[in-house]
């Protein structure tokens, strides 16, 4: 079993900057994969940035150079710098981690921050 746990969500300013953070704890697993998705009031859940193991990242159009991603692996934990905010920024955002425990592998998703973005 894996756990995640999301903060840094809160009210900013259009214009202004958060950091979300997510880290994921348990016993003997290992991460493949870690993303963010946003999901706003009476919409679908959508992708925002993931990064892999190896580095890979990519973003949803919606948030290129504005929001950057990182991890840190030796702490289990995701980051995602959103600067620029603009009000339709405002939602929800879950972490998600595909994990391998015992060789098997699991998605498991974090309660969710909200983000608030004011004009």
């Known amino acids: 079993q894996v756990q995640l746990v999301e903060s840094g969500g809160g009210l900013v300013q259009a214009g202004g900057s958060l950091r979300l953070s997510c880290v994921a704890s348990?016993?003997?697993?290992?991460?493949?994969?870690m993303a963010w998705y946003q999901q706003a009031p009476g919409k679908q859940r959508e992708l925002v940035a993931i990064?892999?193991?190896?580095?890979?990242?990519n973003y949803s159009d919606s948030v290129k150079g504005r929001f950057t991603i990182s991890a840190d692996n030796a702490k289990n934990t995701v980051y995602l710098q959103m600067n620029s905010l603009k009000p339709e920024d405002t939602a929800v955002y879950y972490c998600?981690?595909?994990?391998?425990?015992?060789?098997?592998?699991?998605?498991?998703w974090g309660q969710g921050t909200q983000v608030t973005v004011s004009s």
């Open positions: 348990g016993s003997d697993f290992s991460i493949d994969v």
């Open positions: 998600n981690a595909d994990v391998v425990i015992g060789g098997k592998g699991f998605r498991y």
């Open positions: 990064i892999t193991k190896g580095g890979r990242i």
